[in-house]
């Protein structure tokens, strides 16, 4: 089975903070996104990779960035983190051939106050 | 640009009553379609998917969507609920932006299932 896994299901963050956001799949997926979920809102693409060191902006990428540097490995960075960035974080990843079907992590609930 | 509509966002309905939760798509070009799922405190599993072939896809669980291409709908059924259905539920279609395959999700549709 595919896994996916982010580092922390519940984070209380501060207002100003940096905060970094791990995502690890196990399956040597080529691609991963990062998404925000909320309420009426449904998912929202924040970035995805395609490959090591790749980066595309999604829907919504301000105020935020990622880093690629291993295949596993996908990280979603608040620079400064703010109250309208209070949300649930899901990860995914998909391999370049398979029917689009993305398999995803079990979210990261961030609070920043 | 792609999007998707659930038209409702709440959907009650009693144990062992049959369910739809219905789901539209803008897309002028050909779109994979999926229906995903998520219990409470967890992330997204996938429910069912249509990728080609016959337009009435199944799930293990009992579940079933069709794809009405004319219509642009997915809409995902269910003759009869069980309390363990009680989640939230996302369409999604898959569409080809800028050389990426990307998801685009619908507000989802959260189905509470009553004794």
């Known amino acids: 089975d595919v896994k996916v896994t982010q580092s922390s299901r519940y984070l209380v963050k501060r207002t100003g903070e940096k905060v970094f956001l791990e995502c690890v799949q196990d399956m040597d997926h080529e691609n991963m996104f990062w998404y925000r979920q909320d309420p009426g809102l449904g998912l929202r693409l924040i970035y995805f990779?395609?490959?090591?060191?790749?980066?595309e902006k999604g829907d919504i990428p301000e105020g935020y960035s990622v880093s690629r540097e291993k295949k596993e490995r996908f990280s979603l960075i608040l620079e400064s983190a703010s109250t309208n960035q209070t949300s649930m974080y899901l990860c995914?990843?998909?391999?370049?051939?398979?029917?689009?079907?993305?398999?995803f992590g079990p979210g990261t609930r961030l609070t920043v106050t | 640009a792609q999007s998707v509509t659930q038209l409702d966002s709440q959907v009650p309905v009693f144990e062992e009553a049959p369910v739809e939760l219905r789901c539209n798509y803008s897309?002028?070009?050909?779109?994979?379609l999926f229906w995903y799922v998520q219990y409470p405190n967890q992330g997204l599993q996938l429910l069912l998917k249509y990728l080609s072939g016959s337009t009435l896809v199944e799930s293990i669980n009992g579940f079933e969507a069709e794809f009405n291409k004319s219509q642009t709908s997915f809409h995902l059924r269910k003759p009869s609920v069980h309390i363990s259905d009680t989640a939230e539920y996302f369409c999604?279609?898959?569409?080809?932006?800028?050389?990426?395959?990307?998801?685009?999700f619908g507000q989802g549709t959260r189905l509470t299932i009553n004794p």
């Open positions: 999604a279609v898959s569409v080809r932006i800028q050389g990426a395959q990307k998801l685009v």
């Open positions: 897309s002028s070009v050909s779109v994979y």
């Open positions: 990779s395609y490959d090591v060191k790749m980066k």
């Open positions: 995914a990843s998909r391999p370049t051939s398979g029917g689009a079907v993305q398999y």
